[in-house]
């Protein structure tokens, strides 16, 4: 055991350390983005890294997300490892058909010949009270992408973690980086960064008997909160934090269905077409015998991101989180 | 020092009075397309490139004969044609080194073959039993680019990639005249300006977009003209004229290989085929124009030089002929032959390691097939299951 003291550290901190550490270890990692350099990112995730390294290893490009992206697949295919900065969720969009078209599938189309080891920051999700185009959940049109990762952290250690793994991982991650967790602080020593699990890993983030809460990214902590206060109904709450969607851990959700027999899935994104309703049909397809209810659903509405002054209510909330529990059909079991 | 250090980067200094950091007057085009053959220019041309050009055009031409008629056979899916644009794909290949890379669009599978990669792997994307059939680093060929100039910015960043490591590369990038209105032609177009990244952009004009003609395209006085945006040289070439495209190019790579940064080339051609073997040319031109075309053909315009010159022959045209021809013969005898499909490669090279996901489906997949074998239902040309 380190006997380093442990220090309050901010999500945005772990993820700033992993890329200085990254690119310490690593000459072939570059950092691209629109004001990654002087200023270290608009949430200061790339601070001092220009200044560490270089500008030409931290390099501020022109303002053209599908460019940023399309030059980091050339860069990748000359063997470097880009690690590029989205500004936003929504600004990500321009970047979508080099995403699509060729950063998903760059080892396919060559059998293997090129694969494309790059890393796709993105901030994203709301609950930070952004105006419009500053909150967007786009996970599901990226797991929807046959050859991309797509993770997200919901704690300080996985932000580090997580973002050492996707950019050592060979093939190109989505590493989605939730916007309101960026000031959330966890007891975590820098100097000693717990080692990560492979991509795909699941974690059970609190054990309960009642009922698995299946959820990623902003809405674990949501969850947790949840839990606690289920408590006073009389419900012992399992959190799930699936930590990667793509590739999905089947085995850690489900075995916690099979023991709670009961499952909600909480995101922030949109039920339809939103990623519930692939973990729902997974879920059911797998533990149909062990389910006492249907799984069912906890997201944000099927609307454009609300202006923020309404978004609280859009995001999933503790109550709606324990509404959705109770309708687990309770009532078999008296 | 950064490369952006390197060559002064522009920095707005208070108050903000914008100075444009490059003269505008040398970037701009000639208002005529550079020619050499038939002019006095050609006379300082090197007559055993003349010859080399020659045998490659006539090559080039030979393959796009046989890739369509390997269309009409069953053998292609499709086959884009790049006949009367031989002098721009042979050109792009041919001034480059070894180290260099070159990063085609769909049409250009020509320039493929003549930068040394095998003519039946070229066209395996257009034969359809996988997408790129070569490694692209075997040949530092990038895959054939479907998507319409999205391959420009991957140039960019191979080129700028090279640079930063320091190695001599420069990377050739092709687009028609339809791409130039992609909005990645534009960003590839900035990006290596502002990175001052060795990339040659070719645009093949060939007057066509599928049916829509340049008019409709660009209201720019030419698409060479788009390079002063940007704060690089544009250049206006004939593109039939393969001693020309020659010229413009080795001197855009000697530029880019100096440190002096991208160019765009326009080279003004034609395309003289359909867009491809499922497209009808004559609902959207008349063969009038086609046959004006024809009288400016690449290998015309060179064998007219050649022979005037006394650098070939009858002889030296039949042995470029005949050597096309072994190449058709070749090329018609491998692409007959089935290609051996192997259904389970679906799953090999989505990740690195397939995900569980993939797995599961992998087997239901290999359970089909042994389903399929064993009721006979499938003659299974695909190979033996693993």
């Known amino acids: 055991m380190s006997t380093v003291a442990v220090r309050p550290a901010t999500m945005a901190q772990a993820l700033t350390r992993a890329l200085r550490d990254a690119m310490a270890a690593d000459d072939s990692v570059h950092v691209l983005g629109e004001d990654v350099g002087a200023l270290g990112g608009v949430f200061r995730v790339t601070d001092g890294l220009a200044e560490e390294f270089g500008e030409d290893r931290c390099t501020d490009t022109p303002l053209a997300e599908a460019g940023i992206l399309g030059t980091a697949v050339g860069m990748a295919m000359y063997g470097l490892r880009p690690v590029v900065e989205m500004q936003f969720d929504a600004f990500a969009y321009p970047a979508f058909e080099q995403l699509v078209s060729h950063v998903s599938r760059m080892r396919n189309r060559t059998r293997g010949a090129m694969p494309l080891p790059l890393t796709v920051r993105v901030p994203y999700g709301g609950g930070i009270g952004g105006v419009e185009h500053h909150s967007d959940s786009s996970e599901a049109y990226y797991m929807a992408t046959p050859g991309l990762h797509v993770v997200t952290p919901a704690t300080v250690a996985d932000a580090y973690g997580l973002l050492r793994a996707a950019i050592a991982s060979d093939d190109p991650v989505v590493f989605l980086e939730p916007k309101r967790l960026y000031w959330s602080k966890d007891a975590w020593n820098p100097e000693d960064p717990a080692p990560v699990e492979p991509i795909g890993r699941a974690v059970v983030r609190r054990s309960g008997r009642s009922a698995t809460l299946i959820t990623y990214g902003p809405s674990v902590a949501v969850c947790m909160e949840a839990a606690e206060a289920a408590r006073a109904e009389g419900w012992d709450l399992e959190v799930v934090d699936l930590r990667s969607l793509v590739p999905f851990d089947d085995e850690t959700v489900c075995a916690s269905v099979r023991r709670t027999g009961r499952a909600v899935v909480v995101h922030e994104s949109g039920s339809f077409g939103g990623p519930g309703g692939e973990i729902a049909a997974r879920v059911t397809e797998r533990c149909f015998h062990h389910l006492e209810a249907p799984v069912l659903r906890v997201a944000g509405f099927d609307v454009p991101y609300p202006p923020p002054m309404l978004e609280r209510h859009h995001l999933p909330g503790v109550d709606r989180i324990l509404d959705a529990v109770g309708r687990l059909q309770w009532e078999a079991e008296s | ?386």
């Open chain 2, 1 to 386: 020092m950064t490369v952006m250090e390197q060559r002064g980067a522009y920095r707005p200094s208070p108050p903000p009075a914008w100075q444009p950091r490059t003269d505008p007057a040398p970037l701009l085009p000639d208002p005529e397309p550079h020619r050499v053959l038939g002019t006095e220019a050609a006379a300082q041309a090197d007559p055993e490139l003349l010859r080399t050009l020659y045998a490659h055009l006539v090559r080039g031409r030979r393959y796009n004969a046989q890739a369509t008629a390997l269309t009409k056979q069953g053998r292609l899916a499709v086959y884009p044609s790049s006949t009367g644009q031989e002098a721009c794909e042979v050109a792009a290949a041919l001034v480059l080194e070894e180290q260099d890379w070159l990063f085609p669009s769909y049409r250009d599978t020509l320039a493929v073959v003549a930068r040394g990669v095998d003519p039946v792997q070229a066209l395996t994307l257009l034969r359809g039993d996988w997408h790129t059939g070569y490694d692209p680093r075997e040949h530092r060929v990038a895959p054939l680019c479907t998507p319409l100039a999205t391959q420009l910015p991957h140039a960019v960043g191979l080129a700028h990639a090279a640079r930063l490591k320091g190695d001599d590369v420069v990377a050739l990038a092709m687009v028609g005249d339809g791409g130039t209105s992609e909005g990645d032609f534009h960003e590839a177009l900035n990006f290596a300006a502002v990175w001052q990244a060795p990339v040659v952009f070719l645009v093949q004009n060939n007057g066509f977009a599928i049916s829509v003609p340049l008019a409709k395209q660009t209201a720019a006085p030419s698409l060479a003209h788009k390079a002063v945006g940007y704060g690089m040289p544009g250049r206006l070439v004939d593109g039939n004229d393969a001693a020309a495209v020659h010229e413009v190019l080795a001197d855009a790579v000697r530029h880019a290989r100096a440190g002096g940064g991208p160019t765009l080339v326009e080279a003004i051609t034609y395309r003289v085929d359909a867009h491809t073997n499922a497209d009808d040319a004559t609902r959207y031109r008349g063969d009038a124009e086609v046959d004006t075309w024809r009288e400016h053909d690449p290998i015309l315009l060179l064998e007219r030089e050649l022979t005037a010159r006394g650098l070939i022959d009858e002889d030296g045209m039949r042995a470029a002929r005949e050597d096309a021809e072994a190449m058709a013969a070749d090329l018609r005898a491998r692409m007959h032959q089935d290609p051996v499909l192997e259904p389970m490669d679906l799953f090999d090279h989505v990740y690195a390691e397939p995900t569980p996901q993939l797995r599961e489906q992998r087997e239901q997949l290999r359970a089909e097939l042994e389903a399929e074998a064993e009721a006979g239902q499938s003659p299974r040309p695909e190979g033996a299951l693993r």
